[in-house]
């Protein structure tokens, strides 16, 4: 079939022109809706995006800053897990349209239909790791644009064709910066494969090597890496490395082979008319091929415990603690952020006294109050601990520290905006909702928010109240290393603030300060408790029966009698292995869930 | 339609188009409108106030109801200037703000404004303002930096065109791998004699020192210091008096949540030609802590705060409420190298405050220095005032005209010695803003005003602060491009020190602002 022929054809069959990317983009949106979920996208890299001139001025100092501009605004749509599909769908879909584009202007037609379509398995790769930026395909998409523009030209003159290649470049240098080069690439390698101009191409080439540098030296504030590197993303992992590499480098390689194939398949003659069947082996070759490397890459293994985590961290942000429990039980119980979201979700469903060392609680203390070491890490979620607990100060500190490490995200905003109204700091709120206002997706929350501003507290949403009922009244000076400080200042500001009490019962339990729990347990039916929880029970009884002390007063519905069948059982096969816990092990192991097996085995491993 | 006809078409369309533009913004007053017994509310607030002549026009919100707006700024001579707007949003055009204000030195800028609301047009009291006859230095140059905790991000030191709206990067740490970049400053206001520091990360900690269009890499710390901080250049220009500080960060549950004091600091001297870090024990000792150098206009005097060294205090006990700082002085001359006794210039800690940034102004006359409850971080004490001592009658007076219920901190005075700027946080007590105030003849301040912005609204949410504002005569000479080769060059010019100071133990702790740790 000539190429005639093949035209006619698909132009009397529009559906069949189209099949191919509708195809594509289905099966990329549900891949990514289904398999990843760009919520989880967004979850990971928060993009900020406000609809401002004063936001779009930071970028404007440097080559590249639009592109990413541009990203943060197409970052947006991961918000919504149909959105975020729908945008990576119709990039992958516009990417390899335009390289087909690109492939059949350069070359006149495609050695192969597949080839535009083979780098879809490797970005596809790229895009499911969450963290990847979106840069690089709109930067690849733009580039192809760019050059496709430039194909469609057809310029003769070499000034010409000089003036607007530098145009070009220098247009999409400053918008993308990296990527442009994939665009100056392509041109350089059509003038001399296929213009066959060796000094075009060379100037090209030089240009293209020279622009960057004179821009660092001249126009931008930049280092020279900056100047060729940006947004090529080849300094992020070293798997990001190799697989962004090879979809940089694969595109003009598909280019030239296209540009040779054709050169050296060309004959004087019209090629034969295929049959009919070798043109449906061909076709069905091809979508074979494609549609086998798509498959490998859509079921090659994804990083599930990172997944996991942005669900924790999903599901946590949403107060949806049913979920973080459930999350965590699949592999997230013994990391340090697992543990900590693990007992905010218990206190939150009720359970943290009573049902925490259903949990293994391997990271002792920094498990209830977040280990120092990933604090810069997640810097809001220790906001929210605060938060909750009532220490606003604290919690405005770790939300200013989120604000540096993840930028002006919505939820950094909205936990300021909240803080500073509790703190009756109304024009720093403000400031926070006027952000709010140009985003995406907050903007009514702000506008709901504002009211609040103005109008008397009892207005107020339920959780706000109960953060303002608990807040810290006296002044002291933080000491993170003793956690429990601040609970004992909470509790002396307000006796009734349930979540320190709790955290307080829970950290004396951790630590194996039982003593000290001892203390607060006569408060028990003040904070409106019908019985003990399990955990502390459990506790109690430990102490009781270490100390021999009994006149401690006692909450009075008292400790249930179940509790106390199992710590006799406990003790008695304790003591029938004379305290040898290795040996006793599989007998006491169906009591894991009791702060007597935590105390047993867990807790001096902290 | 011929080719010169549609040509012709076209431009009388142009011309329409700008006609009808020049007509809304020399709209005539609207006649009979209702008059508004109260002049209007505007933000930011620019009424009452003094303005430079050379300053970029003072672009406005109109916070009244309305459908439309006029705004009509008058003087005494030249054509006046006639906004028309659609939006509260008063945007002033440039040239005519500048030939209006340039014809008026020393006489009233008169601005009425009109609302058009339910079918009529309001007229609010005229506001006046004065234009002085004294320009301001033509630049600002300062660090816009996100409220700072513990883990800095992106940091950028910017110069700003005070006549237009220019803002260009001078430093960003974006280019240096985030690392801190603080404490710019000039000798005199020359845009030609810079320095700057940068901190920790990639580049290390160093001072980057600009002179005559050469950028140096320079590591301040010696045997006896570590990196210095706080810094005033003598005015011959050779030399600069540094402080070295080991600072303390901590965080309180109510109220203001930061704070700071030092742990231990000194006074040091820097010499640009001879690359040598030099001092004397009366400045540079355990016993007391010497911090904010800053010269006299003759030369011949450093002054700087000082309080006791922490041993003083009770180790049982957090000494942050005790430490009071009283501004201080000692006679030196940098050529003989030789230094006086020091002296007591204002000792607040007699009456329970601490002194902060003292600033001499240009004429040598007064300082301008923050006074505070305690400590030597001013810009995290809400009640620290600003205020004016007189070096010939030795009294010194709160600048009621500058102060507000929030931090005022940083300040300095330009080269005339006519205009300072200063760090208020008046606004939400959140991000410090630059104020301008016009200082007269007698000693006394005009009201102050906030830096204009082509776009008024922008400081409503900008969630940055301001730091640091220093003036500067014109443009920063250095390019960007020569600071970040300089910054990036591996190995730093390392100062030497005098061999008559010796060793000194240094502090090991750990920085109190850092970089986010990599993950």
Same mark, same amino acid.
């Given at each position: 079939?000539?190429?005639?022929?093949?035209?006619?054809?698909?132009?009397?069959?529009?559906?069949?022109?189209?099949?191919?990317?509708?195809?594509?983009?289905?099966?990329?949106?549900?891949?990514?809706?289904?398999?990843?979920?760009?919520?989880?996208?967004?979850?990971?890299?928060?993009?900020?995006?406000?609809?401002?001139?004063?936001?779009?001025?930071?970028?404007?100092?440097?080559?590249?800053?639009?592109?990413?501009?541009?990203?943060?605004?197409?970052?947006?749509?991961?918000?919504?897990?149909?959105?975020?599909?729908? =945008? /990576?769908?119709? $990039? !992958?879909?516009?990417?390899?349209? &335009?390289?087909?584009?690109? %492939? #059949?202007? +350069?070359?006149?037609? @495609?050695?192969?239909?597949?080839?535009?379509?083979?780098?879809?398995?490797?970005?596809?790769?790229?895009?499911?790791?969450?963290?990847?930026?979106?840069?690089?395909?709109?930067?690849?998409?733009?580039? =192809? /644009?760019?050059? $496709? !523009?430039?194909?469609?030209?057809? &310029?003769?003159?070499?000034? %010409? #064709?000089? +003036?607007?290649?530098? @145009?070009?470049?220098?247009?999409?240098?400053?918008?993308?910066?990296?990527?442009?080069?994939?665009?100056?690439?392509?041109?350089?390698?059509?003038?001399?494969?296929?213009?066959?101009?060796?000094?075009?191409?060379?100037?090209?080439?030089?240009?293209?090597?020279?622009?960057?540098?004179?821009?660092?030296?001249?126009?931008?504030?930049?280092? @020279?890496?900056?100047?060729?590197?940006?947004?090529?993303?080849?300094?992020?992992?070293?798997?990001?490395?190799?697989?962004?590499?090879?979809?940089?480098?694969?595109?003009?390689?598909?280019?030239?082979?296209?540009?040779?194939?054709?050169?050296?398949?060309?004959?004087?003659?019209?090629?034969?008319?295929?049959?009919?069947?070798?043109?449906?082996?061909?076709?069905?070759?091809?979508?074979?091929?494609?549609?086998?490397?798509?498959?490998?890459?859509?079921?090659?293994?994804?990083?599930?415990?990172?997944?996991?985590?942005?669900?924790?961290?999903?599901?946590?942000?949403?107060?949806?603690?049913?979920?973080?429990?459930?999350?965590?039980?699949?592999?997230?119980?013994?990391?340090?952020?697992?543990?900590?979201?693990?007992?905010?979700?218990?206190?939150?469903?009720?359970?943290?006294?009573?049902?925490?060392?259903?949990?293994?609680?391997?990271?002792?203390?920094?498990?209830?109050?977040?280990?120092?070491?990933?604090?810069?890490?997640?810097?809001?979620?220790?906001?929210?601990?605060?938060?909750?607990?009532?220490?606003?100060?604290?919690?405005?500190?770790?939300?200013?520290?989120?604000?540096?490490?993840?930028?002006?995200?919505?939820?950094?905003?909205?936990?300021?905006?909240?803080?500073?109204?509790?703190?009756?700091?109304?024009?720093?709120?403000?400031?926070?909702?006027?952000?709010?206002?140009?985003?995406?997706?907050?903007?009514?929350?702000?506008?709901?928010?504002?009211?609040?501003?103005?109008?008397?507290?009892?207005?107020?949403?339920?959780?706000?109240?109960?953060?303002?009922?608990?807040?810290?009244?006296?002044?002291?000076?933080?000491?993170?290393?003793?956690?429990?400080?601040?609970?004992?200042?909470?509790?002396?500001?307000?006796?009734?603030?349930?979540?320190?009490?709790?955290?307080?019962?829970?950290?004396?339990?951790?630590?194996?300060?039982?003593?000290?729990?001892?203390?607060?347990?006569?408060?028990?039916?003040?904070?409106?408790?019908?019985?003990?929880?399990?955990?502390?029970?459990?506790?109690?009884?430990?102490?009781?029966?270490?100390?021999?002390?009994?006149?401690?007063?006692?909450?009075?519905?008292?400790?249930?009698?179940?509790?106390?069948?199992?710590?006799?059982?406990?003790?008695?096969?304790?003591?029938?292995?004379?305290?040898?816990?290795?040996?006793?092990?599989?007998?006491?192991?169906?009591?894991?869930?009791?702060?007597?097996?935590?105390?047993?085995?867990?807790?001096?491993?902290? | 339609?011929?080719?010169?006809?549609?040509?012709?078409?076209?431009?009388?369309?142009?011309?329409?188009?700008?006609?009808?533009?020049?007509?809304?913004?020399?709209?005539?007053?609207?006649?009979?409108?209702?008059?508004?017994?109260?002049?209007?509310?505007?933000?930011?607030?620019?009424?009452?106030?003094?303005?430079?002549?050379?300053?970029?026009?003072?672009?406005?919100?109109?916070?009244?109801?309305?459908?439309?707006?006029?705004?009509?700024?008058?003087?005494?001579?030249?054509?006046?200037?006639?906004?028309?707007?659609?939006?509260?949003?008063?945007?002033?055009?440039?040239?005519?703000?500048?030939?209006?204000?340039?014809?008026?030195?020393?006489?009233?800028?008169?601005?009425?404004?009109?609302?058009?609301?339910?079918?009529?047009?309001?007229?609010?009291?005229?506001?006046?303002?004065?234009?002085?006859?004294?320009?301001?230095?033509?630049?600002?140059?300062?660090?816009?930096?996100?409220?700072?905790?513990?883990?800095?991000?992106?940091?950028?030191?910017?110069?700003?065109?005070?006549?237009?709206?220019?803002?260009?990067?001078?430093?960003?740490?974006?280019?240096?791998?985030?690392?801190?970049?603080?404490?710019?400053?000039?000798?005199?206001?020359?845009?030609?004699?810079?320095?700057?520091?940068?901190?920790?990360?990639?580049?290390?900690?160093?001072?980057?020192?600009?002179?005559?269009?050469?950028?140096?890499?320079?590591?301040?710390?010696?045997?006896?210091?570590?990196?210095?901080?706080?810094?005033?250049?003598?005015?011959?220009?050779?030399?600069?008096?540094?402080?070295?500080?080991?600072?303390?960060?901590?965080?309180?549950?109510?109220?203001?949540?930061?704070?700071?004091?030092?742990?231990?600091?000194?006074?040091?001297?820097?010499?640009?030609?001879?690359?040598?870090?030099?001092?004397?024990?009366?400045?540079?000792?355990?016993?007391?802590?010497?911090?904010?150098?800053?010269?006299?206009?003759?030369?011949?005097?450093?002054?700087?705060?000082?309080?006791?060294?922490?041993?003083?205090?009770?180790?049982?006990?957090?000494?942050?409420?005790?430490?009071?700082?009283?501004?201080?002085?000692?006679?030196?001359?940098?050529?003989?190298?030789?230094?006086?006794?020091?002296?007591?210039?204002?000792?607040?800690?007699?009456?329970?405050?601490?002194?902060?940034?003292?600033?001499?102004?240009?004429?040598?006359?007064?300082?301008?220095?923050?006074?505070?409850?305690?400590?030597?971080?001013?810009?995290?004490?809400?009640?620290?005032?600003?205020?004016?001592?007189?070096?010939?009658?030795?009294?010194?007076?709160?600048?009621?005209?500058?102060?507000?219920?929030?931090?005022?901190?940083?300040?300095?005075?330009?080269?005339?010695?006519?205009?300072?700027?200063?760090?208020?946080?008046?606004?939400?007590?959140?991000?410090?803003?630059?104020?301008?105030?016009?200082?007269?003849?007698?000693?006394?301040?005009?009201?102050?005003?906030?830096?204009?912005?082509?776009?008024?609204?922008?400081?409503?949410?900008?969630?940055?602060?301001?730091?640091?504002?220093?003036?500067?005569?014109?443009?920063?000479?250095?390019?960007?491009?020569?600071?970040?080769?300089?910054?990036?060059?591996?190995?730093?010019?390392?100062?030497?020190?005098?061999?008559?100071?010796?060793?000194?133990?240094?502090?090991?702790?750990?920085?109190?602002?850092?970089?986010?740790?990599?993950?």
């Amino acid at each position: 079939m000539t190429g005639t022929n093949l035209k006619k054809r698909a132009s009397s069959r529009p559906l069949l022109k189209v099949l191919p990317a509708v195809c594509v983009a289905a099966a990329v949106f549900l891949y990514f809706y289904y398999r990843i979920n760009p919520v989880l996208i967004y979850q990971s890299q928060q993009p900020v995006f406000f609809f401002d001139s004063l936001f779009f001025k930071e970028f404007s100092f440097y080559p590249g800053g639009v592109l990413q501009w541009l990203t943060h605004f197409l970052g947006q749509f991961y918000f919504v897990a149909s959105t975020g599909a729908l =945008l /990576l769908a119709l $990039l !992958f879909t516009a990417c390899c349209l &335009l390289f087909h584009y690109v %492939l #059949k202007s +350069a070359a006149g037609r @495609l050695a192969f239909s597949a080839l535009p379509w083979l780098p879809l398995p490797i970005l596809l790769l790229l895009y499911s790791q969450y963290n990847f930026p979106l840069t690089v395909l709109t930067g690849m998409v733009l580039s =192809l /644009l760019f050059a $496709l !523009f430039y194909f469609k030209l057809t &310029l003769k003159n070499i000034f %010409l #064709k000089t +003036a607007v290649f530098l @145009l070009l470049f220098s247009l999409l240098y400053f918008v993308t910066a990296g990527p442009a080069f994939l665009f100056a690439l392509l041109v350089a390698l059509y003038e001399l494969f296929s213009i066959k101009s060796v000094a075009t191409a060379a100037l090209f080439a030089a240009l293209t090597a020279v622009i960057p540098w004179i821009g660092a030296n001249t126009l931008f504030v930049l280092t @020279l890496k900056d100047a060729y590197l940006t947004n090529l993303e080849l300094n992020a992992s070293k798997a990001s490395f190799a697989s962004a590499g090879l979809l940089w480098g694969l595109i003009p390689i598909i280019f030239v082979l296209n540009l040779l194939y054709i050169k050296f398949t060309k004959t004087e003659e019209a090629p034969a008319k295929p049959q009919k069947s070798r043109a449906f082996i061909a076709g069905f070759a091809n979508v074979a091929a494609v549609s086998f490397l798509f498959i490998l890459a859509a079921l090659s293994p994804i990083n599930e415990p990172l997944k996991q985590l942005y669900y924790l961290d999903y599901y946590a942000r949403h107060s949806d603690w049913k979920n973080v429990l459930k999350t965590t039980n699949s592999g997230l119980a013994n990391t340090y952020i697992g543990q900590f979201q693990v007992n905010r979700a218990l206190f939150h469903s009720g359970q943290l006294c009573g049902a925490m060392f259903s949990y293994e609680q391997r990271a002792g203390i920094a498990g209830l109050f977040m280990h120092e070491s990933i604090r810069s890490a997640y810097p809001l979620q220790y906001s929210d601990l605060f938060f909750e607990l009532g220490l606003v100060n604290e919690a405005q500190h770790w939300a200013h520290e989120a604000l540096s490490v993840t930028g002006e995200t919505p939820w950094n905003l909205q936990r300021l905006a909240e803080v500073y109204l509790l703190k009756g700091e109304t024009a720093a709120s403000q400031k926070c909702l006027n952000m709010l206002r140009r985003t995406f997706w907050h903007k009514k929350w702000a506008l709901q928010f504002e009211k609040y501003l103005s109008a008397d507290p009892s207005k107020w949403p339920s959780e706000l109240l109960t953060v303002k009922s608990r807040m810290q009244t006296s002044d002291f000076i933080i000491t993170p290393a003793e956690p429990e400080l601040c609970l004992e200042e909470l509790l002396a500001s307000n006796p009734k603030n349930k979540m320190a009490y709790e955290y307080m019962l829970a950290s004396c339990m951790i630590s194996g300060k039982v003593g000290r729990l001892m203390n607060y347990t006569d408060r028990i039916e003040e904070l409106g408790y019908t019985s003990i929880p399990r955990n502390v029970e459990e506790a109690m009884l430990l102490f009781i029966s270490n100390s021999g002390q009994r006149d401690h007063k006692m909450p009075s519905f008292g400790i249930k009698p179940a509790t106390i069948q199992n710590f006799n059982q406990f003790a008695a096969i304790a003591k029938k292995h004379n305290g040898d816990k290795n040996i006793a092990l599989p007998e006491l192991r169906k009591f894991n869930n009791t702060y007597w097996f935590y105390a047993m085995y867990y807790m001096k491993k902290q | 339609m011929s080719a010169c006809s549609k040509t012709i078409y076209r431009l009388s369309f142009i011309c329409f188009l700008l006609h009808s533009l020049m007509l809304s913004i020399a709209a005539a007053a609207p006649a009979n409108p209702q008059t508004v017994d109260r002049p209007p509310v505007i933000y930011p607030d620019y009424a009452n106030i003094t303005l430079p002549p050379n300053i970029a026009p003072l672009n406005f919100i109109v916070q009244e109801r309305g459908k439309k707006y006029l705004a009509l700024f008058e003087s005494e001579s030249g054509k006046s200037i006639r906004v028309k707007s659609r939006s509260p949003k008063i945007q002033i055009p440039r040239r005519a703000w500048k030939k209006l204000l340039a014809k008026n030195g020393g006489a009233p800028l008169r601005i009425t404004i009109f609302s058009y609301q339910d079918g009529r047009w309001n007229r609010f009291q005229t506001i006046t303002n004065h234009i002085a006859k004294e320009r301001v230095d033509s630049h600002l140059v300062y660090r816009l930096i996100k409220p700072l905790y513990v883990y800095w991000n992106r940091i950028g030191i910017y110069e700003r065109d005070l006549t237009t709206f220019r803002e260009k990067p001078i430093f960003l740490n974006k280019n240096t791998v985030d690392n801190c970049v603080n404490c710019h400053s000039f000798a005199n206001h020359r845009p030609d004699r810079m320095l700057l520091h940068t901190r920790a990360g990639k580049v290390g900690t160093n001072m980057l020192l600009a002179v005559d269009d050469h950028a140096y890499k320079i590591d301040t710390s010696t045997d006896f210091n570590r990196a210095v901080a706080y810094r005033s250049w003598h005015p011959n220009g050779k030399v600069i008096a540094f402080s070295s500080n080991t600072v303390n960060q901590f965080f309180h549950t109510t109220g203001e949540n930061r704070d700071v004091y030092d742990k231990a600091s000194d006074l040091l001297i820097y010499n640009l030609k001879s690359n040598t870090i030099t001092s004397t024990p009366k400045i540079a000792n355990d016993q007391k802590m010497e911090t904010y150098p800053e010269w006299s206009a003759d030369g011949k005097y450093l002054y700087f705060c000082s309080t006791d060294g922490l041993e003083k205090y009770d180790p049982t006990e957090h000494p942050y409420r005790k430490i009071k700082y009283d501004l201080m002085r000692i006679a030196c001359d940098v050529e003989a190298g030789t230094w006086g006794e020091v002296e007591a210039v204002i000792t607040a800690s007699d009456f329970g405050m601490s002194v902060t940034h003292p600033k001499v102004s240009p004429d040598g006359r007064y300082i301008l220095f923050c006074l505070s409850e305690y400590g030597n971080f001013s810009i995290y004490r809400p009640e620290s005032d600003l205020y004016l001592y007189d070096l010939q009658t030795s009294q010194f007076h709160k600048a009621d005209a500058l102060n507000s219920d929030k931090s005022e901190s940083y300040h300095s005075w330009d080269s005339s010695g006519r205009w300072v700027v200063f760090s208020s946080k008046r606004e939400d007590g959140l991000c410090a803003r630059p104020y301008f105030s016009y200082f007269d003849e007698n000693g006394q301040f005009s009201k102050p005003f906030i830096l204009p912005q082509k776009d008024p609204e922008i400081y409503s949410r900008l969630l940055k602060t301001f730091n640091v504002p220093e003036f500067v005569t014109g443009a920063v000479q250095i390019s960007g491009q020569k600071l970040l080769k300089a910054a990036w060059l591996k190995t730093a010019l390392k100062a030497k020190l005098d061999p008559e100071l010796g060793k000194k133990k240094q502090d090991t702790a750990d920085e109190m602002w850092k970089p986010i740790p990599k993950k």
